[in-house]
T-cell receptor
């Protein structure tokens, strides 16, 4: 079945450092890919998405490109801030599963001043 | 901006008791979902609901679970006889029809603790 694999955390970075969180997926169909963010004590917020190969999703300085050839959707940000400290979840959905989201385990990011 | 709301934010119950978790999806959305997140683990899909019927369900969603849309705004998840392992954060989500269907918007969650 479909699955999502994320890099293990926690990731600790200094403010203004470059961020990469790796995400790869396995899917039988043509999934849509998502990054969700969960700030401490809060629910899941959609950060960005891409619905087909080579699409780039972007929001709040974060970017991820849907790479079909490497089955990846890595999250990047050029300069992180303390306020970016959160847990980041990569997820996929496709029509075969009725659009149910299949999440990775999440990567915790801590940004220090 | 419209948002999904959930009540209660926290619930503590005794093992074997019934609980009902409530959600108010975004008003023009037609697809509704429940997910759970056991502490320290990944978010897991439970069930999706459309047109007053279950569309998809995971193997977690056994006979102890049920969902209902009792009126035009609420969407509920009932656990008939709670077990210790049902302790988790439960998230409701909704999505629109058509091109926006794959984008799900989540509520803040209900933290359920079964003692």
């Amino acid at each position: 079945g479909d699955s999502v694999t994320q890099m293990e955390g926690p990731v600790t970075l200094s403010e203004e450092a470059f961020l990469t969180i790796n995400c790869t997926y396995t899917a039988t169909g043509y999934p849509s890919l998502f990054w969700y963010v969960q700030y401490p004590g809060e629910g899941l917020q959609l950060l960005l998405k891409a619905t087909k190969a080579d699409d780039k999703g972007s929001n709040k300085g974060f970017e991820a490109t849907y790479r079909k050839e490497t089955t990846s959707f890595h999250l990047e940000k050029g300069s992180v801030q303390v306020s970016d400290s959160a847990v980041y979840f990569c997820a996929l959905s496709d029509t075969n599963s009725g659009y149910a989201l299949n999440f990775g385990k999440g990567t915790s990011l801590l940004v220090t001043p | 901006e419209p948002e999904v709301t959930q009540t209660p934010s926290h619930q503590v119950t005794q093992m074997g008791q019934e609980v009902i978790l409530r959600c108010v999806p975004i008003s023009n959305h037609l697809y509704f979902y429940w997910y759970r997140q056991i502490l320290g683990q990944k978010v897991e899909f439970l069930v999706s609901f459309y047109n007053n019927e279950i569309s998809e369900k995971s193997e977690i969603f056994d006979d102890q679970f049920s969902v209902e849309r009792p009126d035009g705004s609420n969407f509920t998840l009932k656990i008939r006889s709670t077990k210790l392992e049902d302790s988790a954060m439960y998230f409701c989500a909704s999505s629109a029809q058509g091109a926006g269907r794959e984008t799900q918007y989540f509520g803040p969650g209900t933290r359920l603790l079964v003692l």
